[in-house]
């Protein structure tokens, strides 16, 4: 149980292009999902908490506008890098909260190369 | 005070050695904690989760000291396939929300 699933797993674009990734949970209902953002050789750093039929809690720094996320169902959220740059190039992880416990699952993970 | 620190590492140790890693918290009010590892360019795993005083299983066993805020890993009888960087997570502000991460120790264990 407890699985997550993300989409795609590899983005290589143009500078400028929007990204849109997809996180989904398999086999369980998450009314709260988080996306996470990860340089080489860094810790993970939390991006935004995705709300289902509400709106992201974004984390001091984290420009709103440039990532969009939306939460739509209880099994997927979607968080898109609009205008990507070089900049943006990172691991990209979502998670969600199975249980009550507070433990969370991550998916395979996003590698987004903006040239 | 880091909200999460862990020992830097790498730890480097034959196969078969014991090794224990380290984590201090700063949120006193924080009720569970968790171990993820986390192998090189993938996502992080669930290893344990921690509750009360402490958890087992197999190999690995972790330790909840709340009077000193920090928590242990041991991972006994090392494997080649126990290499990976292993992070101390606390919730943030005591909820069950956000997880602070910590940077995370490197073991390599070697033959």
């Known amino acids: 149980g407890a699985v997550v699933s993300q989409h795609p797993s590899w983005v290589i674009c143009k500078s400028g292009t929007s990204v849109k990734i997809e996180c989904r949970s398999l086999?369980?209902?998450?009314?709260?999902m988080f996306w996470y953002r990860q340089f080489p050789k860094q810790s993970l750093m939390l991006m935004a908490t995705?709300?289902?039929?509400?709106?992201?809690?974004?984390e001091q720094g984290v420009e709103k506008d440039k990532f969009l996320i939306n939460h739509a169902s209880l099994t997927l959220s979607t968080l898109t890098v609009t205008s990507a740059h070089p900049e943006d190039s990172s691991f990209y992880i979502c998670?969600?909260?199975?249980?009550?416990?507070?433990?969370?699952?991550f998916g395979p993970g996003t590698r987004l190369l903006v040239l | 005070r880091k909200e999460v620190e862990q020992d830097p590492g790498p730890f480097n140790v034959p196969e078969g050695a014991t090794v224990a890693f380290n984590c201090t918290y700063s949120n006193s009010a924080s009720q569970s904690f968790f171990w993820y590892r986390q192998d090189c360019r993938k996502e992080p795993k669930l290893l344990m989760s921690v509750y009360s005083s402490g958890n087992e299983d197999g190999r690995f066993t972790a330790q909840l000291n709340r009077a000193s805020q920090y928590i242990s890993l041991l991972i006994r009888d090392s494997k080649l396939s126990d290499s990976a960087t292993y992070l101390c997570?606390?919730?943030?502000?005591?909820?069950?929300?956000?997880?602070?991460f910590g940077a995370g120790t490197r073991l390599a264990v070697h033959p």
């Open positions: 998670s969600a909260r199975a249980g009550h416990r507070g433990a969370q699952y």
């Open positions: 086999d369980f209902q998450a009314t709260t």
């Open positions: 997570v606390v919730p943030f502000s005591g909820g069950y929300n956000k997880l602070i």
């Open positions: 995705s709300n289902e039929g509400s709106k992201a809690t974004y």
